[in-house]
């Protein structure tokens, strides 16, 4: 009987190792593999909190209590965790036993994975069969159940009804990107964007995975060199005169002609260009539904490595001095 008992007590503790691995397998990547480093050079130092407080911090991100510029990420990471589980993550992190390093380098090596491949989101809207059975030109009779987005009579409107959204996107780190609308066209999010907006002055947690130095470990698309660079022409009030790029184009409170005025000479900045700092202005999450309609864009270039990256900077240096 005390034999059964050992073995059983032993199936049980690798069993709990094994489950202790891969539940922090994820976290390496960022706090290290023995949860030594702060995560992202914000967070605190695990190793050295206690493990009660590593409790409260999991169970405080889950609730939305805790958390100050990783509670975006950390949210997505501990949602599906239960309170037993959190308990095994902090006894296993205060046990020294760390992340075992072919575990340690797995999240990393998913995230590549995820970063090699891009998804073609307008795929069934652009598919041809489709296109054609939308094409008004080859119906012969035209009523208004064809017209429009609603698809039905404009005479019912019981059933109408906008499509049924998902927004079911996977948590940062573990999604693939999407393929580029067109060249140089925003990157659209194909993340969960739960707890990381709205983005503010003070809080940009968008940084923590997409500056250039981190992004490549996360498999996140780096912020581009256009982003780190000042394209907007210095305007100054000099003598009541406004003074755009050295010429005086006004007076206070008159902008006055600036037709003639040639674009600024772009200035490389070593940080984050402050007019980009909104990155949601221009990237959006996407949900997932079908779209309305079929669509019939066809991008010209986007070809090979544009599909998931850019070449704006070359396009900007053209036209700037």
């Known amino acids: 009987m005390k034999r059964t008992m050992k073995l059983l007590a032993v199936g049980s503790l690798l069993t709990a190792s094994t489950l202790y691995g891969a539940s922090t397998a994820a976290c390496a990547g960022c706090h290290g593999q023995h949860f030594e480093k702060k995560a992202m050079g914000k967070s605190k130092v695990v190793k050295d909190m206690s493990k009660a407080d590593i409790v409260a911090a999991l169970k405080g991100y889950k609730d939305g209590t805790y958390g100050g510029a990783m509670k975006g990420i950390m949210v997505g990471q501990v949602k599906a965790l239960s309170d037993a589980d959190m308990e095994a993550i902090a006894a296993s992190i205060k046990g020294g036993a760390g992340v075992p390093t072919d575990k340690a380098t797995e999240h990393a090596a998913a995230a590549a994975v995820a970063a090699a491949k891009v998804i073609d989101i307008n795929a069934k809207a652009c598919d041809p069969k489709r296109i054609q059975q939308e094409d008004l030109g080859n119906k012969k009779v035209v009523d208004e159940t064809v017209l429009g987005l609603r698809k039905t009579s404009l005479f019912q409107e019981d059933n109408v009804a906008p499509p049924t959204v998902k927004n079911d996107r996977p ?151």
């Open 171 to 321: 948590a940062p780190g573990a999604s693939q990107r999407f393929e580029r609308a067109y060249v140089n066209a925003p990157p659209m999010i194909p993340h969960s964007v739960e707890g990381l907006l709205p983005i503010t002055k003070d809080n940009n947690q968008c940084l923590g995975c997409h500056m250039p130095d981190v992004a490549k470990s996360m498999g996140a698309t780096p912020i581009p060199a256009t982003h780190f660079t000042n394209y907007r022409p210095e305007t100054v009030l000099k003598n009541g005169e406004l003074v755009k790029e050295g010429k005086v184009v006004g007076l206070k409170g008159d902008i006055g002609n600036v037709g003639d005025i040639k674009l600024a000479k772009k200035k490389k900045l070593n940080h984050l260009y402050q007019g980009r700092f909104n990155c949601s202005q221009c990237h959006a999450p996407q949900a997932n539904v079908d779209t309305a309609v079929a669509n019939t864009f066809k991008p010209d270039g986007l070809v090979g490595d544009l599909k998931a990256k850019s070449n704006l900077a070359d396009m900007m240096d053209d036209g700037v001095q």
